[in-house]
């Protein structure tokens, strides 16, 4: 065998991923070509046996139940409703419908996990609204995609589930371990709007009076109740049941799917047409991440049978690096790809590569998956990839230009790489939660 051939391996799959070709296929042609090149095709007898093994895992049933029920809970109507509702609530106050859609983000991400939908929704509700009260571009872009991000890290998050699959600890845990991580950064935010709002009361104006006075008494009551109560009786009932070890995270998901549906018949927006299109949607989103996973799964059979593992595992022993340094290492090349490959890519493609040198480092996975995490969550605001950013311009109105949105999103990249120091130098951040709740 040549010596150095994972490392080559590995450099191929990149480059031509950087060339924009299909992962799926890019992953899974490499794999096969090299091989076939190294072992001859008796080595693929276990590739089958591989991907029968992610066809059988039990945790993966997770993501399309968590797809269906985001796609669902957009198409009650609900999502619409709470955001006008808090937009009401804290309109008297500077910078309240920042504050709204940070709060309605949170929620919606607890809700969903999905941030395409969050993003696109509060996009095409809020973002004329605010343009028209007088908010700055860079401050209402910003606010909508970086709240639209919270879905990567707030549980229950499909982030969180692929990287319990990879990691191979348990999902129930990481969801756990996220809840302080990913609220730490709700409250960061909030810290950064209220400072706009204080420090550059034009930017972020509070609502005019007119517009507030129509919100009062029994129907205040009544649209905070069916926009607020409601949903957050979903998420309970979906975090509630994995936090309570009463459900495991599959079955929650199962849970929340039908309770999405629930609702959506409770409001009279369930349709054929609409479940058509929810099961279409969740059967384009789940077997794109499947195909993914599939060629990931070749990639990782011929990574491992060219010892590559071994060899980096070796590499970096002899490099005599402190694990503390290797995670910086880790840490910063998944920032940097986060700006030219998509988090699935990399879940797949640089985590299962990195994971056994962790584990012979003896290094928590589970605070590695938060941290993970954490730092996938910067891919979606960073560009020129950033999916965030290409949601948001797709609904924006003609006036918003993508210097806008690339220039609104910076403070939040700063913030969310703030929230993950504290989480590397405050291990308890993510993992006392789990202990106190012994999970």
Same mark, same amino acid.
């Given at each position: 065998?040549?010596?150095?051939?994972?490392?080559?391996?590995?450099?191929?799959?990149?480059?031509?991923?950087?060339?924009?070709?299909?992962?799926?296929?890019?992953?899974?042609?490499?794999?096969?070509?090299?091989?076939?090149?190294?072992?001859?095709?008796?080595?693929?007898?276990?590739?089958?046996?591989?991907?029968?093994?992610?066809?059988?895992?039990?945790?993966?049933?997770? /993501?399309?139940?968590? &797809?269906?029920?985001?796609?669902?809970?957009? %198409?009650?109507?609900?999502?619409?409703?709470?955001?006008?509702?808090?937009?009401?609530?804290?309109?008297?106050?500077?910078?309240?419908?920042?504050?709204?859609?940070?709060?309605?983000?949170?929620?919606?991400?607890?809700?969903?996990?999905? /941030?395409?939908?969050?993003?696109?929704?509060?996009?095409?509700?809020?973002?004329?609204?605010?343009? %028209?009260?007088?908010?700055?571009?860079? &401050?209402?872009?910003?606010?909508?995609?970086?709240?639209?991000?919270?879905?990567?890290?707030?549980?229950?998050?499909?982030?969180?589930?692929?990287?319990?699959?990879?990691?191979?600890?348990? /999902?129930?845990?990481?969801?756990?371990?996220?809840?302080?991580?990913?609220?730490?950064?709700?409250?960061?935010?909030?810290?950064?709007?209220?400072?706009?709002?204080?420090?550059?009361?034009?930017?972020?104006?509070?609502?005019?009076?007119?517009?507030?006075?129509?919100?009062?008494?029994?129907?205040?009551? *009544?649209?905070?109740?069916?926009?607020?109560?409601?949903?957050?009786?979903?998420?309970?009932?979906?975090?509630?049941?994995?936090?309570?070890?009463?459900?495991?995270?599959?079955?929650?998901?199962?849970?929340?799917?039908?309770?999405?549906?629930?609702?959506?018949?409770?409001?009279? %927006?369930?349709?054929?047409?609409?479940? *058509?299109?929810?099961?279409?949607?969740?059967?384009?989103?789940?077997?794109?991440?499947?195909?993914?996973?599939?060629?990931?799964?070749?990639?990782?059979? /011929?990574?491992?049978?060219?010892?590559?593992?071994?060899?980096?595992?070796?590499?970096?022993?002899?490099?005599?690096?402190?694990?503390?340094?290797?995670?910086?290492?880790?840490?910063?090349?998944?920032?940097?790809?986060?700006?030219?490959?998509?988090?699935?890519?990399?879940?797949?493609?640089? &985590?299962?590569?990195?994971?056994?040198?962790?584990?012979?480092?003896?290094?928590?996975?589970?605070?590695?998956?938060?941290?993970?995490?954490?730092?996938?969550?910067?891919?979606?605001?960073?560009?020129?990839?950033?999916?965030?950013?290409?949601?948001?311009?797709?609904?924006?109105?003609?006036?918003?230009?993508?210097?806008?949105?690339?220039?609104?999103?910076?403070?939040?990249?700063?913030?969310?790489?703030?929230?993950?120091?504290?989480?590397?130098?405050?291990?308890?951040?993510?993992?006392?939660?789990? %202990?106190?709740?012994?999970?």
């Amino acid at each position: 065998m040549i010596e150095g051939l994972p490392i080559i391996f590995f450099v191929v799959i990149l480059i031509l991923l950087l060339m924009g070709f299909p992962v799926a296929f890019t992953l899974g042609g490499a794999s096969i070509i090299f091989g076939l090149l190294s072992f001859g095709p008796e080595f693929f007898n276990l590739l089958p046996l591989r991907i029968w093994g992610i066809m059988q895992n039990y945790i993966l049933i997770a /993501v399309p139940l968590f &797809v269906f029920m985001g796609v669902m809970f957009e %198409k009650s109507g609900l999502a619409e409703e709470l955001l006008e509702t808090m937009a009401l609530l804290f309109g008297k106050l500077r910078g309240g419908l920042a504050i709204s859609v940070l709060i309605v983000g949170a929620m919606l991400a607890a809700a969903t996990g999905i /941030v395409g939908a969050t993003v696109v929704t509060m996009g095409v509700l809020t973002l004329p609204t605010m343009l %028209k009260k007088g908010y700055d571009p860079k &401050v209402a872009t910003g606010i909508i995609s970086a709240s639209g991000t919270l879905g990567q890290i707030i549980p229950p998050s499909i982030v969180l589930v692929l990287l319990g699959s990879v990691l191979n600890v348990s /999902v129930g845990e990481l969801f756990v371990a996220a809840v302080i991580p990913g609220f730490a950064l709700v409250v960061l935010f909030f810290i950064w709007v209220i400072y706009i709002a204080i420090t550059q009361p034009k930017k972020a104006p509070a609502m005019p009076k007119e517009d507030l006075d129509a919100f009062k008494g029994v129907v205040k009551f *009544k649209r905070i109740i069916t926009a607020f109560i409601i949903p957050f009786f979903l998420i309970l009932a979906v975090l509630g049941s994995i936090f309570a070890g009463i459900a495991s995270p599959t079955e929650a998901a199962a849970i929340g799917a039908l309770g999405a549906t629930l609702l959506t018949v409770l409001r009279g %927006k369930f349709t054929i047409a609409t479940l *058509k299109e929810v099961m279409i949607r969740t059967m384009t989103l789940t077997s794109m991440a499947f195909l993914i996973l599939v060629g990931a799964s070749a990639f990782g059979l /011929v990574f491992r049978g060219l010892h590559g593992d071994t060899y980096l595992t070796d590499l970096i022993i002899s490099a005599n690096l402190e694990p503390h340094h290797f995670l910086a290492i880790v840490m910063l090349i998944i920032f940097v790809a986060g700006f030219f490959i998509d988090f699935i890519e990399i879940i797949f493609i640089i &985590v299962p590569v990195v994971a056994p040198i962790f584990i012979h480092m003896n290094i928590n996975l589970v605070w590695v998956g938060i941290l993970i995490a954490m730092n996938l969550q910067t891919s979606f605001l960073t560009p020129p990839f950033g999916f965030t950013l290409f949601y948001l311009k797709g609904v924006a109105p003609p006036e918003i230009t993508t210097s806008h949105i690339y220039k609104g999103i910076i403070p939040y990249v700063i913030i969310q790489l703030i929230g993950l120091l504290l989480v590397i130098f405050f291990p308890d951040l993510a993992l006392w939660l789990p %202990k106190v709740m012994g999970v």
